[in-house]
């Protein structure tokens, strides 16, 4: 039931692009005890589904420009593969610390904008 309901607010959280994959991910660590690789590939499928949804919605109502698109989804699967190979040969605690790194860094910039 408390997996429900994180997910339910995290679903929410993204939606309103407050940033609800990163509290799942912290979620699923701390938490449910999942490996750091394991979560942050449950966020991405999670992502999927989430992001395809207000995609559809901005789709209708013709606001995004589509090489836009093209040109970000490009530079998105570059980095996802060089990304993926990088997270293989880390050690799992370096992953943990850079993610969290990140989403401290990521918080500030968002908090003083």
């Known amino acids: 039931m408390i997996d429900a309901i994180v ?30 690789l394991a979560a942050q590939g449950v966020n991405l499928l999670f992502f999927l589904f989430s992001s395809g949804a207000a995609m559809l919605v901005h789709f209708k109502k013709r606001k995004i420009p589509l090489v836009f698109v093209g040109l970000i989804s490009a530079f998105g699967v570059i980095g996802a593969i060089i990304g993926s190979n990088v ?16 989403l401290i860094v990521s918080g500030t910039i968002t908090l003083f904008k």
């Open 7 to 36: 997910g339910f607010f995290s679903a929410l959280l993204a939606g309103l692009g407050i940033g609800g994959g990163g509290l799942l991910v912290i979620y699923l660590v701390l938490y449910r005890q999942a490996e750091q």
């Open 87 to 102: 997270a293989k040969i880390m050690p799992a605690e370096a992953v943990r610390m850079v993610f969290g790194a990140l």
